[in-house]
Structures are given as structure tokens and as C-alpha cells.
């Protein structure tokens, strides 16, 4: 088994306004993800993820405090015991289907939410640098710029539902999408 792994982690995060033609033919993933502690009103960091049949705890914390944009992300790989064994700490859980492709000539991963959150489509893009997340433009397959919407982020959608967050959706005139 491997090691704890630390990285900073950049990103930009849209929500679809379509599901982009580059999924077509790709198998996604399975993401079941677990957010810890199962309190309202908080917004947990740490995160349990089954991904297929790999398992693994991550913590993330902002570089900036409300800076969503940019931080700092812990891994520690799991084994399925120590994973069933955590599952049950917290009700709060995401499951979606990631699929990882290039856009634009750019790296994204497209996630398109299963269950609770079914219709929820968001792009994520990572970048190596301050300067390229900032010269970064966001191609017509993207409608709007969520990174610092915090409604979005996993642990505060975790023990929602789709219905839960419409009316934030509505504000960017988001159309339920499905795979």
C-alpha cells in the first residue's frame, strides 16, 4: 500500500451547459464519496472515496480561507476494511460518475452526479499554475464559473438533494442534465 500523498491542487469549476461531446465512448468512474463530520451548517474537509474498488481518505484545506480556487490536498490510500469500517461515521454522501478527458486542449474531469443529485453536471479543470487558471477561458460547453459558489462543493452538497439546490442553480439559468 502506498504512502500519505500531499499536493496543492488548482482548479475552476462550471457548471455544464451541456454534456460535452468528448464523454462519448468513455468508461467513467464510480465515485461514492463520504463527507466527515455529518453536522449541519459545516462544511466538512475530510472526504472517505470508493473509487471503483481503491479506497482512500482525503483532507482539503483552502490556501486562502474562502478562496475555493486553490488548496492543499492530503491523501492517505485505504484498504476495504479500514473503508467499511469509516463508512458508516456520516450519512452524508455524493455518488457520481467522473469522466476524465481533454477539452479544448485542456484537462478536465466531468462529473456527472448519480442518485440524490441526479441531472447536476459540473467540469472541473486543473492547472499547474496561478498564471494559467488565471489566462484560463472556459470553452462554450461550460455556463458558469461555480469555484467559489459554495452550494457546489461536495461536502455541502452531501445530505441534499437535486431538488435541495435548485433554486441556486435557477439563478444561473442551469438545466438538469443526464447521461
Request: with cysteine.
Amino acid at each position: 500500500m502506498s504512502t500519505q500523498v500531499e499536493s496543492i491542487e488548482q482548479e475552476l469549476t462550471y457548471l455544464a451547459a451541456s454534456l460535452p461531446a468528448e464523454i462519448n465512448g468513455v468508461t467513467p468512474t464510480r465515485l461514492r464519496d463520504i463527507y466527515i463530520p455529518d453536522s449541519p451548517g459545516i462544511h466538512p474537509r475530510l472526504r472517505l472515496r470508493k473509487k471503483d474498488d481503491k479506497y482512500e481518505i482525503t483532507k482539503k484545506v483552502p490556501l486562502t480561507e474562502g478562496d475555493a480556487s486553490a488548496h492543499t490536498e492530503m491523501t492517505i490510500p485505504l484498504n476495504e476494511g479500514e473503508f467499511l469500517a469509516l463508512e458508516n461515521t456520516s450519512s452524508k454522501t455524493v455518488e457520481k460518475d467522473r469522466y476524465k478527458v481533454a477539452i479544448n486542449g485542456h484537462e478536465a474531469e466531468v462529473d456527472v452526479f448519480v442518485g440524490l443529485h441526479k441531472g447536476l453536471v459540473v467540469i472541473d479543470f486543473e492547472f499547474d499554475s496561478e498564471e494559467a487558471k488565471t489566462a484560463f477561458v472556459a470553452p462554450d460547453v461550460c455556463l458558469a464559473d461555480v469555484t467559489q459558489e459554495m452550494f457546489i462543493a461536495g461536502g455541502k452538497l452531501a445530505g441534499k438533494t437535486y431538488a435541495d439546490i435548485k433554486d441556486k442553480l435557477d439563478r444561473f439559468k442551469y438545466v438538469a442534465l443526464s447521461k
